[in-house]
């Protein structure tokens, strides 16, 4: 699987949006990415996946670069609740997930 | 719909004593997955299973620590012999796999279980 990249941290002010980066610069043609974040003492939890085009659900969206060699995470109106370590993981074979540093996110009042 | 269920959540134990965890995948999936991580790390991969068959196994993964899936529902972690460096959260996910590479496999987590040795 592919290594990807992240920022250790980031802040955010809570009500605004948090734009978390990833560099995935050697995926390959069928590998997805996959968020997934950690509130403190928690498992990870997906949040959202993709391919090429950039999605959205209840959570969050996710921006694909056209070359696919990077993407970001958005939380659009980040809070108190948001503060985990965020996770960015291409995939393809369907069975392990390879987890890097992560990102903490710190929202603040 | 429950989800990934492990227990116990916390197991405090003395070195070379003997433990076991358990974990109830979500029903229907037939992938189950256990992780591992220390403090201040990402989860590290330790083995799966799919149905009943265990396919992979990480090198993380020593002769002290085995993992079943008896019948492809719940499945146990036993580390033998336990040693500090086994103090950890152990984590277990499960996912439905449909058998394509690249499809959609999303893995659900537990809420993991946390070992220390004393």
């Known amino acids: 699987d592919a290594k990807t990249t992240q920022p250790p941290s980031m802040d955010c002010a809570e009500g605004r949006a948090a734009n978390l980066p990833c560099n995935h610069s050697?995926?390959?043609?069928?590998?997805?990415v996959y968020w997934y974040r950690q509130i403190h003492s928690q498992g990870p939890q997906y949040i959202i996946h993709?391919?090429?085009n950039n999605e959205t659900n209840e959570m969050a969206s996710l921006i694909i670069t056209e070359d696919r060699k990077s993407s970001t995470l958005i939380l659009p109106h980040a809070t108190l609740r948001d503060t985990a370590v965020y996770y960015c993981?291409?995939?393809?074979?369907?069975?392990?997930?390879?987890f890097g540093g992560g990102t903490r996110l710190m929202v603040k009042p | 719909d429950t989800g990934v269920s492990q227990d116990p959540r916390h197991k405090i134990t003395k070195r070379g004593q003997n433990v076991t965890f358990r974990c109830d995948p979500i029903?229907?999936?037939?992938?189950l997955y256990w992780y591992r991580q220390t403090l201040g790390q990402g989860p590290e991969f330790l083995t799966y299973?799919?149905?009943?068959?265990?396919?992979?196994k990480s090198r993380l993964l020593s002769d002290r620590f085995s993992a079943e899936r008896p019948k492809g529902s719940f499945s146990t972690l036993e580390i033998q012999r336990t040693e500090q460096g086994d103090s950890a959260m152990y984590l277990c996910?499960?996912?439905?796999?449909?058998?394509?590479?690249?499809?959609?496999?999303?893995?659900?987590f537990g809420a993991g279980t946390r070992l220390s040795v004393l």
């Open positions: 996910a499960s996912s439905s796999f449909k058998g394509l590479a690249g499809v959609k496999n999303i893995q659900y």
């Open positions: 050697t995926i390959s043609g069928n590998e997805y």
């Open positions: 993709g391919l090429k």
């Open positions: 993981i291409v995939n393809n074979a369907g069975n392990m997930l390879t």
């Open positions: 029903s229907e999936h037939n992938r």
């Open positions: 299973f799919q149905n009943e068959a265990q396919l992979e």
